[in-house]
T-cell receptor
């Protein structure tokens, strides 16, 4: 069965650069979530989208922005990167508007900021 | 502090033994989910238990939920070396949108 696809899988950037992470949800899933997981940390919710509209916002820095497109894929744009942004970024998708329906996670994008 | 807090933080057992991990949370929830994560990899959904359910089984997994104590437990029976991973509980609450909050996770080591 198709899973959540994230690209790139690995990314190395320098401080103050920008990065764009992409997420392709499971077909027919209309809700996308972004999480950040630092080394040895639990996943922190960043932002979610339902039907191309921002649904909820967590601890996403102002330097980051995200959107969901008409084909339901989502992109997380990160600007003015800082060393502390080095983390694993997960995207998850779910179907429907019900709160807390099972989220299916992608393999993550590992971002390293030098 | 985290919505979901888990204990123990680390657990080391022998293959064949049972492993129990606990999760506590602070606010009311719609449901609670358990995930598994192998080192540096994605999160794999294990089981979802809704706020009106008290117990759920899936294979060797048994999850309980006590909403009065705001706690849940995950029991893995007859553990295998392949069960070695981090296990997270995640609570889903309505906050005007869709948000799932993860706990700190329990690192389980199953020795062969």
């Amino acid at each position: 069965a198709a899973g959540v696809i994230q690209s790139p899988r690995h990314l190395i950037k320098e401080k103050r650069e920008t990065a764009t992470l992409k997420c392709y949800p499971i077909p027919r899933h209309d809700t996308v979530y972004w999480y950040q997981q630092g080394p040895g940390q639990d996943p922190q919710f960043l932002i979610s989208f339902y039907e191309k509209m921002q649904s909820d916002k967590g601890s996403i820095p102002d330097r980051f922005s995200a959107q969901q497109f008409s084909d339901y894929h989502s992109e997380l744009n990160m600007s003015s990167l800082e060393l502390g942004d080095s983390a694993l970024y997960f995207c998850a998708s779910s179907l429907g508007r019900l709160v807390g329906e099972t989220q299916y996670f992608g393999p993550g994008t590992r971002l390293l900021v030098l | 502090s985290q919505q979901g807090e888990e204990d123990p933080q680390a657990l080391s057992i022998q293959e064949g033994e049972n492993a129990t991990m606990n999760c506590s949370y602070k606010t009311s929830i719609n449901n609670l989910q358990w995930y598994r994560q192998n080192s540096g990899r994605g999160l794999v959904h294990l089981i979802l238990i809704r706020s009106n359910e008290r117990e759920k089984h899936s294979g060797r997994l048994r999850v309980t939920l006590d909403t009065s104590k705001k706690s849940s437990s995950l029991l893995i029976t007859a553990s295998r070396a392949a069960d070695t991973a981090s296990y997270f509980c995640a609570t889903a609450s309505y906050t005007g949108g869709f948000k799932t909050i993860f706990g700190a996770g329990t690192r389980l080591f199953v020795k062969a």
